[in-house]
Structures are given as structure tokens and as C-alpha cells.
């Protein structure tokens, strides 16, 4: 115990202390702590479909299913409501199969660690999630991260590595989670053929926000295995893996963090296959929503980004600063610290979604502006 005080002590002297902040409710784009409301930047949320009372209504007035199920999906977890979503999942997606896990975490994860096996190597984007990090780490096989979207120090690694192992894999997030960057999927998919390897994309930030269809930044390209959640755009929880039916099948005969888990309640699958079918139309519509504000905003910074807009401080203490500075007026966009991220880069992480303000971004960037010049 002696440790474990002084290491959180460490935390509290270095700016790093966290704790779970007292949420009383979240309502379109507001959200209330400890009995204070503030206008929430911090929301994956982006199509603002998880607080949105009218499709919530409209929903549980049509729909019986259960509110549990009570067992792993292998055993009698399953439903009809899960084959529903998948099938919509691999025909959004132009894919054989898909299989739906708990998590973001929980699926990359499973699918990491499954795939890759001894004799097997992965090229890892530096930059990429914890989830992704920690399945390869969890995996058999070895793995290499090349320099952030730096695609000639990848291919100076596969041409040093790859003829050594069995299977590679080159794993990418699309849109990163912290800087708000977009990988070259055109360029990776050349790689990937050039080397003979597999190609994973992570659509977390991008399922439903980008994309023709909803299916993100590699949609229609020819990407092996694509991951992401429906607990962002979507406004839902779960997550899903696409791919061939093979790399599918796989994945439900060996894959830990599927096969030992209690399934997710049909009810949020079902609510989830709503979205993406009878509410596609809508879906479209919050898209474009966004899409127009993050033009908006980038005319403002003079950038060319998305919808995650990093505002890198570096310092854990000035950065917490500005953010109750912001709080005091009325935004609430928690600091950023590491490990999340790296060492002398704490950020705000200006989180845009449908139902955004301009002119709250604008106060927004104002105040942080003054702050650091």
C-alpha cells in the first residue's frame, strides 16, 4: 500500500492525478457536474444520436427486445438481433462476415492477439490506441511501430523485416484519436500488396462520420480487416470486426475476448441496427451537419483537419489551468495528459459534433489563444 500512495502522490505533484468526474446528466449538447451545466466538447458523440430523447422515444415505442442475455453468445447469448446487425455490418462494409464484440478495447484486442502468432509480425502506426498496443503486446508474434503516418520508415521496416515471419499485418488507425490526423489508406493498401501483408484499419473515429455510405475512410477500398464501435458516431456500445468469413470464423473459435464474455443486451443491437437501417437517412444528415461545421472551423484555425481538433499546451499544469479557466466560463474539455498522451504534449481535445455551436468554438479558441501567446 505504501507504494501505491506514493506513486498517486506522484500523480497529484505532476499534474497527472485522474478521477471520474461527477456526472449528473447529459442532455443534446450539454452536460451537467456536480450540479453544474457546461456545453460538453469532450463527446465522441458526434452525430449527437446517444442524448437525442425523440429517436430514443421512437425506438423503445416499436421494440421489445430483452434488456439482457444473460450468457456468452457461444453458449445462449445470441439472438436474432445480433445476426441482423451483423449481416447490415458486412453488407455496409462489402465484406464476407462481421462479428460484434463488447468494446473498442475488448475487440481490437481479440482480433490482434488471435491473428497474429508466433512467426507472425505486425507494423504498428506509432500513434495508434491503447487497445491496438496492448493486443499486439498480448499476441505471440513480434511487432515493429513505425514513425506516425511516416510511410517510408514503414517501408524501410517491411523491407527489413518482412521476409523473416509467416504473416504481417499492417495495423493503421484512420482517423487518429488524439491529433485528429488521417492515415493515407491508398498508400498503406500499396504497401500491403507491394509486401504480401494483411491490412487492419480502426474506424473508430470515422464509422458513420465519414464516408458516402457511413463506412468511414477506407470505405470501398481494399482493406483486409476493419474494426470500430458504435459507441461514438453511432451513439451506441459495442463494437465490430469485418473481414472475410475465414478471418470471421477464426475469430469465434479463438479469439478470448469474444468467446469469454457475456454478450451485449439485444437490446442495444437492436437499437444500434435501428440507427443503421430504418434512421440511415438521419444518419446522413447529422453527417453532413458535421461535415459543414468542420469546415467551418478549419476556415477559422486555417487548417485542413476533422473533427477531433487537438490544441497542443505541453505543460500538465497550464493545460489543467486552461481547462478550468474554460470551465468557468461554461465549456467543459477535460485536459489531455500523458500516458494518453506523450511525454510535454497535454492538449484540450476540441471534440465537434452535429449539434455544435460556431460560435462556442470561436469563444473556445479565443480564450486558449490568449492563453498561450
Not at 498480448?138 to 510511410?151: A, P, W
Not at 509486401?195 to 473515429?205: G, S, V
Not at 465490430?240 to 469465434?252: D, R
Request: proline share 2%; hydrophobic share 40%.
Amino acid at each position: 500500500m505504501q507504494r501505491i500512495r506514493e506513486e498517486l502522490e506522484t500523480l497529484k505533484n505532476n499534474g497527472q492525478y485522474r478521477s471520474i468526474p461527477d456526472i449528473f446528466c447529459k442532455a443534446n449538447n450539454k452536460i451537467i457536474i456536480e450540479g453544474n451545466e457546461y456545453i460538453n466538447f469532450a463527446s465522441n458523440d458526434y452525430l449527437s444520436i446517444s442524448t437525442n430523447e425523440n429517436l430514443r422515444n421512437e425506438f423503445l415505442a416499436n421494440d421489445r427486445s430483452f434488456f439482457s442475455s444473460a450468457s456468452a453468445r457461444l453458449l445462449s447469448g445470441t439472438s436474432k438481433e445480433y445476426k441482423e446487425l451483423e449481416t447490415t455490418l458486412a453488407n455496409l462494409f462489402n465484406k464476407d462476415a462481421a462479428l460484434i464484440f463488447n468494446t473498442g478495447y475488448q475487440c481490437n484486442l481479440g482480433v490482434i492477439s488471435t491473428l497474429c502468432q508466433k512467426g507472425d509480425i505486425i507494423f504498428s502506426d506509432k500513434l495508434n490506441h491503447a487497445s491496438i498496443i496492448d493486443g499486439m503486446r498480448l499476441s505471440e508474434g513480434e511487432f515493429v511501430r513505425y514513425k506516425h503516418l511516416d510511410y517510408d520508415n514503414l517501408e524501410t521496416l517491411l523491407v527489413k523485416k518482412r521476409n523473416q515471419y509467416n504473416r504481417a499485418i499492417i495495423i493503421s488507425e484512420s482517423i487518429f484519436s488524439m491529433d485528429g490526423d488521417v492515415a493515407d489508406i491508398d498508400k498503406l493498401i500499396e504497401l500491403k500488396n507491394k509486401y504480401n501483408c494483411l491490412l487492419m484499419i480502426d474506424e473508430a473515429h470515422a464509422f458513420c462520420a465519414y464516408g458516402k455510405g457511413l463506412a468511414g475512410v477506407s470505405e470501398n477500398k481494399d482493406v483486409d480487416i476493419i474494426t470500430a464501435t458504435f459507441g461514438k458516431a453511432v451513439g451506441s456500445f459495442g463494437a465490430f470486426c469485418v473481414a472475410n468469413s475465414g478471418i470471421i470464423n477464426y475469430l469465434i473459435n479463438k479469439s478470448r475476448s469474444f468467446i469469454f464474455s457475456t454478450s451485449i443486451p439485444p437490446i442495444n443491437i437492436a437499437w444500434t441496427n435501428w440507427l443503421l437501417t430504418e434512421k440511415r437517412s438521419y444518419l446522413l444528415e447529422q453527417k453532413l451537419k458535421l461535415e459543414n461545421l468542420v469546415k467551418e472551423a478549419n476556415l477559422i484555425l486555417n487548417r485542413n483537419g476533422t473533427h477531433i481538433i487537438p490544441v497542443v499546451i505541453g505543460s500538465n499544469s497550464t493545460t489543467n489551468q486552461i481547462a478550468e479557466e474554460l470551465k468557468s466560463l461554461g465549456y467543459y474539455i477535460p485536459a489531455i495528459r500523458p500516458p494518453t498522451v506523450p511525454e510535454n504534449s497535454s492538449r484540450l481535445r476540441i471534440s465537434l459534433t452535429a449539434d455544435t455551436k460556431l460560435d462556442d468554438f470561436r469563444k473556445i479558441i479565443d480564450t486558449i489563444t490568449s492563453r498561450i501567446i
